[in-house]
C-alpha cells in the first residue's frame, strides 16, 4: 500500500500516461506509413491534441484534489481509459492534407515521418524522465543517497 501511494504521487502517473499514449500513436503512425501505396486507404491518428488536453485537466484535478490523488483521465471523443487505467481508443481519420491521390489514398510522406520522428522524441523523453523517478525510488527505498 505504501509502495503503490509513492508511485501514484509526483510524475510517474503522468509519464506512465504519456508512455502508452505515444506507443499507441507509434503503431498507428507505423501502420500509416506500411499503407502508403495502399489504394482508397485513409491516413489515421489518434489525435495528441486531445490526449494533451485530457492528460492537462487529470494534472489539474489532482492538484486541487491534493498530492496523494489518482491522476484520472477523461474520455475525449477518441480517447478513453478503463478502470485500471489502461487507454482505449478510437482511430480518428486524418483529412487536413488536402491531397488525394488518383489511387484515393491521401498520403503525405513528409507529414508521416516528421509525426512519426516528435512522437518518438516525446516517448523517449518521457521514458528517460521515468527512469530517472524510478532510480530515485529505488534509491530512497534502499537508503542511499547520492
Do not use: C
Request: no cysteine; glycine share 6%.
Amino acid at each position: 500500500m505504501f509502495l503503490e501511494g509513492l508511485i501514484q504521487r509526483g510524475s510517474l502517473p503522468v509519464l506512465q500516461q504519456v508512455i502508452s499514449f505515444t506507443e499507441a500513436r507509434h503503431e498507428v503512425l507505423a501502420n500509416n506509413i506500411s499503407n502508403l501505396d495502399t489504394v482508397g486507404y485513409k491516413i489515421q491518428d489518434l489525435p495528441a491534441e486531445e490526449f494533451n488536453a485530457a492528460l492537462r485537466r487529470a494534472v489539474d484535478r489532482r492538484a486541487r484534489r491534493g498530492a496523494g490523488a489518482p491522476l484520472e483521465m477523461t474520455s475525449t471523443d477518441h480517447l478513453s481509459w478503463n478502470e485500471r487505467g489502461s487507454l482505449q481508443y478510437r482511430l480518428a481519420e486524418v483529412t487536413d492534407n488536402n491531397i488525394l491521390f488518383h489511387d484515393r489514398n491521401n498520403r503525405f510522406v513528409e507529414k508521416q515521418m516528421a509525426d512519426v520522428t516528435q512522437n518518438a522524441l516525446r516517448h523517449k523523453l518521457a521514458s528517460e524522465l521515468l527512469k530517472q523517478q524510478y532510480g530515485l525510488l529505488k534509491m530512497a527505498i534502499s537508503g542511499r543517497i547520492a
